[in-house]
C-alpha cells in the first residue's frame, strides 16, 4: 500500500508502510496498521518534557521475564497519556535516546494502535486483529509462513500472499502477506487463528523475542460497541496468561473508567496519583514555555500553572497559549478551575467577540462532536448547515487550537476527547448528538435521490458518507433507512470507495443486525411474535454471500 506524505507542504507520493521518513522532506512518518498516525504522534510528541519514571517502570517490566502481559497506564483526561504513548514509538524507533531503558530498547514495537473515538477502524476490534497479524507477518517470516498454513486449513480465513522463491526441500523465502479475510470469525476466535496459533508455534519452534504491542486511549474504544470491543477483547485473551507465550505483551493506555478497570483489572501505574514528580514535569513544561517572562514571574506563574491543573499537560497547554503577554493583564488574571473551565471560558470569549449566541454555534459544534474518521470539510459541513463555506470559516477559525484539521478547507475533528466529552455534557454549552446525526443522514439522503427516478444515485455520495452514512442512521434511530442501504447498489459504491471495504461493510451490516436481533428479542421477551425475524435471517444470508463474495471485492 502506498501513501502521500501526510505534511501538507510536502507532495510527495508514493511512500510505502515500510518508510520511517519521507524521502523528499525527510520528516518522520508514522504508518502503521493501515493507519497513518504521523499528525498525532507528531503532536502529541511535541514539547515533550518528563516522564522518565514512567519509562523506568516500562522498562523494568519487559526486562521481568516472569512480568505480566499487559501494563496498563492509567491516567485522566488530558494527563498525557497518548504523549507518553507518542514518545515511546519514537524511542523505538531510535528517533529519541532510549539508553537509560535497555528493555524497551532491545524489544523496540512490532506494532502500534492509537485508537480515536468516531474513528472506526481504529476501533473495530476484528480489524485489530487483522492488522496486528499481518504486521507481525511482515516484521517476523516465520509468522508468515504459519499464517499461510492457518489459512489453508480454515475455509473461514482467506491469506494471500506473494511468494518470492522456493528454496531447497521447498520451504517458502520471500513470503509477502497481501490481504487477510477472517470471515465470519468473531474477534475473539480470529485472535487464536492467525495471532496466538502462529506465534505458538513460533516459541515452540525455538522463537525467543519479546513482541509489545502498544494500544493507546483503549477507553475510547467503548464507543464502538458495548457488547463487541477491543476492551473486552484485551481482556479475554489475557485472562488466562497460559493461552498465551510470555513473549507477547500489550501495553494499553486508558482512562481508569470503570468499564475498562473491571475487565482489565486496576491500572499498573497511574500517571497523577503515581508520579512522583508530576507537578515538576508540568511545571518545567510550563517554564520552558514562558521564555518570555521574567524572574521571578516565570518561575510563579509555572508554579501556579502546575499546581492549579493538578499536573495536568493539557490544562497547562490551553493556559498556556491562552496566556497574555501583558504583565499587566497578566498580574489581573485568575486561572480556569479546571480543563473544563478553559473550555466553558473559551467559549464565552469566543461567542462574545463575534456577537454571536451559543444557538447559532451548537449546531456546527454538535456535527465536529459526532463527524467520524477524520471529520468533515468546510463544505460538507457547509452543505449539511445550508450555510456558505466562507461564512463557515469565520466561526471555525478561531475553533481551531481546540479542532484538528487544516484551515480552511479542513477536514475537522474535535482534537481532544475531553472537548468532546465537555460538550455532550455541559449544562450550558451542551450539543444533541442525536440532532446532529440526523442532520447529516438527512443531508446525505436528500443529494443522493435522483429526482427523476425516485431511486439512490450513490455515486452523489462522497467517501464520507459512503463510509459513515449507516452510523449516522443508526445513531437517531433511522432504522428503516438503515436497513434500506443493504442492497447491491449501496453495496458496489461502498466498496468502490473505501480503504476500509470489506470490514467496513460487514461492521455497517451488523449496525442493521444488531438494531433487528434487539428488537427480535425484545419481542419475545414480551410474548409477542417477533416480526423481525425475516430480517433477521436475511442479513444473515446475505452476510454469508458476502463471504463467500469477498474475493471478488478485496484487492
Given at each position: 500500500?502506498?501513501?502521500?506524505?501526510?505534511?501538507?507542504?510536502?507532495?510527495?507520493?508514493?511512500?510505502?508502510?515500510?518508510?520511517?521518513?519521507?524521502?523528499?522532506?525527510?520528516?518522520?512518518?508514522?504508518?502503521?496498521?493501515?493507519?497513518?498516525?504521523?499528525?498525532?504522534?507528531?503532536?502529541?510528541?511535541?514539547?515533550?518534557?518528563?516522564?522518565?519514571?514512567?519509562?523506568?517502570?516500562?522498562?523494568?517490566?519487559?526486562?521481568?521475564?516472569?512480568?505480566?502481559?499487559?501494563?496498563?497506564?492509567?491516567?485522566?483526561?488530558?494527563?498525557?497519556?497518548?504523549?507518553?504513548?507518542?514518545?515511546?514509538?519514537?524511542?523505538?524507533?531510535?528517533?529519541?535516546?532510549?539508553?537509560?531503558?535497555?528493555?524497551?530498547?532491545?524489544?523496540?514495537?512490532?506494532?502500534?494502535?492509537?485508537?480515536?473515538?468516531?474513528?472506526?477502524?481504529?476501533?473495530?476490534?476484528?480489524?485489530?486483529?487483522?492488522?496486528?497479524?499481518?504486521?507481525?507477518?511482515?516484521?517476523?517470516p516465520p509468522f508468515a509462513e504459519l499464517l499461510i498454513q492457518v489459512g489453508a486449513q480454515h475455509p473461514s480465513i482467506q491469506v494471500r500472499q506473494d511468494v518470492g522463491s522456493m528454496a531447497a526441500g521447498?520451504?517458502?523465502?520471500?513470503?509477502?502477506?497481501?490481504?487477510?479475510?477472517?470471515?465470519?470469525?468473531?474477534?475473539?476466535?480470529?485472535?487464536?487463528?492467525?495471532?496466538?496459533?502462529?506465534?505458538?508455534?513460533?516459541?515452540?519452534?525455538?522463537?525467543?523475542?519479546?513482541?509489545?504491542?502498544?494500544?493507546d486511549a483503549l477507553d475510547e474504544t467503548l464507543t464502538y460497541d458495548p457488547a463487541d470491543n477491543l476492551v473486552r477483547l484485551l481482556a479475554d485473551i489475557t485472562d488466562h496468561p497460559q493461552e498465551l507465550?510470555?513473549?507477547?505483551?500489550?501495553?494499553?493506555?486508558?482512562?481508569?473508567?470503570?468499564?475498562?478497570?473491571?475487565?482489565?483489572?486496576?491500572?499498573?501505574?497511574?500517571?497523577?496519583?503515581?508520579?512522583?514528580?508530576?507537578?515538576?514535569?508540568?511545571?518545567?513544561?510550563?517554564?520552558?514555555?514562558?521564555?518570555?517572562?521574567?524572574?521571578?514571574?516565570?518561575?510563579?506563574?509555572?508554579?501556579?500553572?502546575?499546581?492549579?491543573?493538578?499536573?495536568?499537560?493539557?490544562?497547562?497547554?490551553?493556559?498556556?497559549?491562552?496566556?497574555?503577554?501583558?504583565?499587566?493583564?497578566?498580574?489581573?488574571?485568575?486561572?480556569?478551575?479546571?480543563?473544563?473551565?478553559?473550555?466553558?471560558?473559551?467559549?464565552?470569549?469566543?461567542?462574545?467577540?463575534?456577537?454571536?449566541?451559543?444557538?447559532?454555534?451548537?449546531?456546527?459544534?454538535?456535527?465536529?462532536?459526532?463527524?467520524?474518521?477524520?471529520?468533515?470539510?468546510?463544505?460538507?459541513?457547509?452543505?449539511?448547515?445550508?450555510?456558505?463555506?466562507?461564512?463557515?470559516?469565520?466561526?471555525?477559525?478561531?475553533?481551531?487550537?481546540?479542532?484538528?484539521?487544516?484551515?480552511?478547507?479542513?477536514?475537522?475533528?474535535?482534537?481532544?476527547?475531553?472537548?468532546?466529552?465537555?460538550?455532550?455534557?455541559?449544562?450550558?454549552?451542551?450539543?444533541?448528538?442525536?440532532?446532529?446525526?440526523?442532520?447529516?443522514?438527512?443531508?446525505?439522503?436528500?443529494?443522493?435521490?435522483?429526482?427523476?427516478?425516485?431511486?439512490?444515485?450513490?455515486?452523489?455520495?462522497?467517501?464520507?458518507?459512503?463510509?459513515?452514512?449507516?452510523?449516522?442512521?443508526?445513531?437517531?434511530?433511522?432504522?428503516?433507512?438503515?436497513?434500506?442501504?443493504?442492497?447491491?447498489?449501496?453495496?458496489?459504491?461502498?466498496?468502490?470507495?473505501?480503504?476500509?471495504?470489506?470490514?467496513?461493510?460487514?461492521?455497517?451490516?451488523?449496525?442493521?443486525?444488531?438494531?433487528?436481533?434487539?428488537?427480535?428479542?425484545?419481542?419475545?421477551?414480551?410474548?409477542?411474535?417477533?416480526?423481525?425475524?425475516?430480517?433477521?435471517?436475511?442479513?444473515?444470508?446475505?452476510?454469508?454471500?458476502?463471504?463467500?463474495?469477498?474475493?471478488?471485492?478485496?484487492?
Amino acid at each position: 500500500m502506498t501513501r502521500t506524505c501526510p505534511y501538507p507542504d510536502c507532495d510527495q507520493v508514493n511512500l510505502s508502510n515500510d518508510d520511517g521518513a519521507c524521502p523528499a522532506c525527510g520528516r518522520p512518518v508514522y504508518f502503521m496498521g493501515g493507519h497513518d498516525y504521523t499528525e498525532l504522534i507528531a503532536d502529541r510528541a511535541r514539547e515533550f518534557i518528563g516522564r522518565e519514571w514512567v519509562f523506568a517502570a516500562i522498562d523494568r517490566w519487559l526486562a521481568d521475564p516472569a512480568g505480566q502481559h499487559v501494563f496498563f497506564l492509567g491516567g485522566g483526561p488530558g494527563s498525557g497519556k497518548s504523549a507518553i504513548a507518542a514518545q515511546l514509538v519514537r524511542r523505538a524507533r531510535g528517533e529519541v535516546v532510549a539508553d537509560a531503558y535497555p528493555a524497551l530498547a532491545k524489544t523496540g514495537l512490532a506494532f502500534y494502535q492509537f485508537c480515536q473515538a468516531q474513528n472506526d477502524p481504529t476501533l473495530d476490534p476484528l480489524s485489530f486483529v487483522k492488522t496486528l497479524s499481518l504486521q507481525l507477518a511482515h516484521g517476523y517470516p516465520p509468522f508468515a509462513e504459519l499464517l499461510i498454513q492457518v489459512g489453508a486449513q480454515h475455509p473461514s480465513i482467506q491469506v494471500r500472499q506473494d511468494v518470492g522463491s522456493m528454496a531447497a526441500g521447498g520451504r517458502m523465502t520471500g513470503v509477502a502477506i497481501q490481504e487477510l479475510v477472517l470471515g465470519n470469525l468473531s474477534p475473539r476466535i480470529a485472535f487464536q487463528h492467525v495471532v496466538r496459533t502462529p506465534l505458538v508455534e513460533m516459541v515452540r519452534n525455538g522463537f525467543a523475542d519479546t513482541i509489545l504491542v502498544l494500544v493507546d486511549a483503549l477507553d475510547e474504544t467503548l464507543t464502538y460497541d458495548p457488547a463487541d470491543n477491543l476492551v473486552r477483547l484485551l481482556a479475554d485473551i489475557t485472562d488466562h496468561p497460559q493461552e498465551l507465550p510470555a513473549q507477547m505483551r500489550f501495553l494499553v493506555t486508558s482512562r481508569p473508567d470503570p468499564r475498562v478497570v473491571d475487565l482489565m483489572g486496576d491500572p499498573t501505574l497511574t500517571i497523577v496519583d503515581d508520579a512522583p514528580d508530576n507537578l515538576n514535569d508540568v511545571q518545567a513544561y510550563a517554564y520552558r514555555r514562558l521564555a518570555y517572562l521574567v524572574e521571578p514571574q516565570r518561575s510563579d506563574w509555572a508554579k501556579r500553572i502546575a499546581e492549579t491543573g493538578e499536573g495536568n499537560f493539557l490544562y497547562a497547554r490551553y493556559v498556556l497559549d491562552d496566556l497574555p503577554a501583558d504583565l499587566e493583564k497578566l498580574a489581573q488574571l485568575t486561572l480556569p478551575k479546571d480543563l473544563d473551565d478553559v473550555y466553558r471560558r473559551f467559549l464565552k470569549r469566543e461567542l462574545g467577540r463575534q456577537g454571536r449566541t451559543w444557538r447559532e454555534y451548537r449546531p456546527l459544534m454538535g456535527l465536529l462532536v459526532v463527524a467520524r474518521g477524520t471529520g468533515l470539510t468546510r463544505d460538507q459541513l457547509a452543505g449539511i448547515l445550508a450555510q456558505r463555506p466562507s461564512a463557515l470559516e469565520s466561526v471555525l477559525e478561531p475553533c481551531m487550537q481546540y479542532l484538528n484539521g487544516p484551515f480552511p478547507a479542513g477536514p475537522f475533528r474535535i482534537y481532544h476527547q475531553s472537548f468532546r466529552d465537555f460538550l455532550l455534557k455541559d449544562p450550558v454549552f451542551q450539543v444533541f448528538a442525536g440532532e446532529a446525526h440526523t442532520d447529516i443522514a438527512d443531508y446525505y439522503w436528500k443529494i443522493t435521490l435522483d429526482q427523476e427516478t425516485a431511486k439512490r444515485d450513490w455515486s452523489r455520495c462522497d467517501r464520507y458518507g459512503l463510509e459513515n452514512l449507516a452510523t449516522h442512521l443508526y445513531q437517531p434511530g433511522q432504522f428503516e433507512r438503515l436497513a434500506s442501504l443493504i442492497d447491491p447498489s449501496w453495496m458496489a459504491a461502498r466498496f468502490e470507495s473505501s480503504s476500509y471495504t470489506y470490514d467496513g461493510f460487514l461492521a455497517d451490516l451488523n449496525l442493521a443486525w444488531r438494531q433487528t436481533h434487539d428488537e427480535t428479542l425484545q419481542q419475545i421477551d414480551a410474548g409477542k411474535e417477533p416480526a423481525a425475524l425475516a430480517d433477521c435471517v436475511r442479513y444473515a444470508l446475505i452476510r454469508t454471500s458476502i463471504n463467500s463474495l469477498s474475493a471478488n471485492y478485496v484487492p
